[in-house]
């Protein structure tokens, strides 16, 4: 009688399937260019990084893209869900450099926080997010062809597509000009907002390229980065990589 291979073949490429996703994951420990991004259950979104979510996670340190005689320490918690990705970024500061009061400006001409999602290395086209400490935003899509890029505002914004963000300020208070120790921004990207993205969402061990980005203006041009780009944050190809547990 000839013996039925079908199911112990079928076990032998789960055990594969999960050592390559183990090893990837393990990989992300070692290498300064990927990070390990946890699951979680959907939480609140506050502005103050107080979730016992946020505890499952380590920070990402970002440095300074340029040698400045002063420097700020910045870092980063990610995580995601079923229905999205959340980022809690920590900026310390002494003076809020945010004049700008409406949603989808320059923000980046002022002090902001920005995160781009490259779902995709097979089409440059990626997903760019900005917040300001005075809680603006700008979402944007971006086709880049080979350094010639444009963002695209998203359309149909609201209900499930749209953004949670919030943000709150330590040792002064929440105006421009300001003089403060420090501001934290948190924020809810769905995967919705990203469609028509592919590898979204994303399942265990899927990998994006990213990056995570900070300007400040209190010593004229202050940006700092989880990954060094060249000349712009757009240099998709500087992006790291997001290991999703």
């Not at 990402?60 to 700020?72: G, H």
């Amino acid at each position: 009688m000839r013996k039925n291979i079908w199911p112990s073949l079928f076990v032998f490429c789960l055990i594969l399937g999960e050592i390559n996703v183990k090893e990837g994951l393990q990989a992300a420990d070692v290498n300064p260019d990927s990070v390990l991004i946890k699951k979680c259950q959907d939480f609140n979104i506050t502005g103050d990084g107080l979730s016992e979510s946020w505890k499952i996670t380590r920070w990402i340190n970002l440095v300074q893209q340029e040698e400045n005689t002063s420097s700020y320490k910045t870092k980063v918690k990610t995580l995601y869900s079923k229905t999205g990705i959340y980022f809690l970024f920590s900026c310390e500061d002494n003076k809020l450099t945010s004049t700008m009061k409406a949603d989808n400006l320059n923000l980046y001409e002022e002090d902001v926080v920005e995160v781009f999602l490259w779902t995709d290395e097979n089409f440059p086209v990626y997903f760019e997010y900005e917040l300001s400490p005075l809680n603006f935003e700008l979402p944007i899509i971006v086709p880049n062809n080979k350094g010639t890029f444009l963002g695209w505002l998203p359309w149909h914004y609201e209900g499930d597509r749209r953004t949670t963000h919030a943000t709150s300020v330590t040792g002064g208070t929440k105006e421009s000009g300001s003089v403060v120790s420090g501001w934290i921004a948190e924020f809810f990207i769905p995967y919705k907002l990203l469609t028509p993205l592919s590898r979204v969402p994303p399942l265990s061990g899927t990998r994006w390229r990213a990056n995570m980005y900070r300007i400040d203006y209190d010593n004229g041009i202050m940006p700092y980065s989880w990954q060094k780009t060249d000349k712009t944050f757009h240099d998709y190809n500087k992006f790291g990589i997001f290991i999703f547990e």
